[in-house]
């Protein structure tokens, strides 16, 4: 149980170009999701937090007109870069965490490697 | 905020010894800790997680164990194999309910 899934997996897109990425709880509804970016050989980076039907809360640094955040479903958020330049290349990997567990626990996705060329 | 990190530190380790992989946290008012393993391109893997009122947690072949005096925490694997080399990142699950990463270490298993 508590399975995450990130779609896609990974995805190559042109500078100036946006692109979505979706987040799905699969065998559990989803109260909370986490966005987090991770550059290669460093940690997880939390860029925001979603509660369905409520506005994101993001991180102080990023931006929330950049890193647009939608959480309108239980078992669904949407990660959307837009403008996307090459320094958002990085790996995107969502979290999500249900009232039915103990609120650290957060059940990951597989993340999405994001190349903007 | 979080920890980030300009390099990953290794661990070299000999199939079939113990490995022990060390973090320091640093929010007193954490009520949880975590170590995650991730493989490289995947998202990180829960391991086992502590209390802050305990000081040691056995898991299947993982033992961690929490040092609260000096904010030190650490994960134990015995018999490590090579299915365990990965990167192992512990989280601190802070006040206000998010997770915050440490640095992150290397492991790698050798024959």
């Known amino acids: 149980g508590a399975v995450v899934s990130q779609h896609p997996s990974w995805v190559i897109c042109k500078s100036g170009t946006s692109v979505k990425i979706e987040c799905r709880s699969l065998?559990?509804?989803?109260?909370?999701m986490f966005w987090y970016r991770q550059f290669p050989k460093q940690s997880l980076m939390l860029m925001a937090t979603?509660?369905?039907?409520?506005?994101?809360?993001?991180e102080q640094g990023v931006e929330k007109d950049k890193f647009l955040i939608n959480h309108a479903s239980l078992t669904l958020s949407t990660l959307t870069v837009t403008s996307a330049h090459p320094e958002d290349s990085s790996f995107y990997i969502c979290s999500a965490r249900t009232r039915a567990r103990r609120l650290h626990e957060q059940y990951f996705g597989p993340g999405t490697r994001l190349t903007v060329t | 905020g979080e920890s980030v990190g300009l390099h990953l530190p290794t661990l070299s380790v000999q199939e079939g010894d113990n490995s022990i992989i060390n973090c320091a946290y640093s929010?007193?008012?954490?009520?949880?800790f975590i170590w995650y393993k991730q493989e490289s391109g995947k998202g990180p893997q829960f391991i086992i997680d502590?209390?802050?009122?305990?000081d040691k947690r056995q898991g299947q072949r993982v033992t961690v164990l929490l040092n609260k005096t000096v904010k030190h925490l650490s994960l134990q694997i015995a018999a490590t194999q090579p299915g365990d080399s990965a990167v192992y990142f512990c989280?601190?699950?802070?006040?206000?309910?998010?997770?915050?990463f440490g640095t992150g270490t290397r492991l790698q298993v050798f024959p």
């Open positions: 502590i209390r802050s009122n305990m």
């Open positions: 989280a601190e699950n802070s006040d206000t309910d998010k997770l915050i």
């Open positions: 929010n007193s008012a954490s009520d949880y």
């Open positions: 979603s509660n369905e039907g409520s506005k994101a809360t993001y």
């Open positions: 065998d559990f509804q989803a109260t909370t």
